[in-house]
């Protein structure tokens, strides 16, 4: 019985080292320098076209707030620029959203014109690098978003990967040690 407890800490342990050395979100501001902004005419459909957004991944979008916003919206929304009835908005000019899932999730400023100026972007999620583009129709859920100011995306995945490998190790060392007790 202790030499499969042992085998089983130690697999444990592994799979977590694995963890440790690089499955872990990216972080992604929309538009990278530019930002979120109608300046510039910044292709987003080009720019989000350049990326391999996963699970976890954190898009941060960044503007002023006295002319832009971000809002959530479905696919016919995002096509026509229909600010009507979007999946959700944020306001705060600093916003941080993580991929919870899978799919396409469509974003466009809610100033009028802004939209039809191009500033719009779909993220789209697959679910495996090898499969092409998901067609939908209609969004995923919503994605998790917070109100906090954004990490500088340089600093940001080099220390949320630093912060799940410490917590991971912990839980693999204290599982480990009451393998031998």
């Not at 042992?6 to 694995?18: F, N, P, Q, T």
């Not at 799919?103 to 690098?129: A, E, M, T, W």
Request: charged fraction near 10%; aromatic fraction near 8%; charge should be negative.
């Amino acid at each position: 019985m202790a030499n499969m407890t042992m085998g089983v800490a130690l697999l444990l342990l592994v799979v977590l080292l694995v963890n440790c050395l690089g499955i872990n979100g990216e972080v992604y501001k929309v538009g990278d320098s530019a930002g979120w902004t109608t300046v510039g005419n910044i292709d987003y459909k080009q720019w989000a076209a350049t990326k391999s957004f996963q699970l976890g991944d954190i898009i941060i979008f960044e503007y002023n707030s006295q002319f832009h916003n971000v809002m959530q919206v479905t696919h016919p929304e995002y096509r026509s620029c229909n600010t009507s009835a979007p999946i959700a908005t944020h306001t705060t000019g600093n916003d941080t959203i993580t991929i919870a899932n899978h799919g396409h999730h469509y974003f466009l400023c809610g100033v009028p014109g802004h939209c039809q100026s191009g500033q719009k972007v779909d993220i789209n999620v697959l679910r495996d690098s090898s499969m092409g583009p998901t067609p939908s129709s209609s969004p995923s859920p919503p994605m998790v978003a917070t109100s906090v100011p954004a990490p500088n995306p340089s600093e940001a995945a080099p220390l949320h990967a630093l912060c799940r490998c410490v917590g991971n190790l912990v839980v693999a060392m204290a599982v480990f040690a009451a393998a031998f007790v």
